[in-house]
């Protein structure tokens, strides 16, 4: 799995980094989403595909 973030849409509501701390950051001067892990560890992936169901904007995918 490889998580790819569009900052263009993130609207930094935070719910990425809510629900996976070790995955997700967020900016300090714009709160934009940073991807900490891009090609996490399998025991992630559900955590990977609860933010990116949960993000509000869509700026969040897997492949």
Request: aromatic share 4%.
């Amino acid at each position: 799995m490889k998580i790819f973030a569009d900052t263009d849409k993130c609207v930094g509501a935070g719910q990425c980094v809510h629900v996976a701390p070790e995955l997700f950051d967020q900016g300090e001067d714009d709160g934009v989403v940073v991807v900490l892990d891009p090609e996490p560890g399998q025991a992630l992936w559900p955590a990977a595909d609860e933010a990116v169901d949960l993000c509000p904007a869509r700026a969040l995918t897997t492949g």
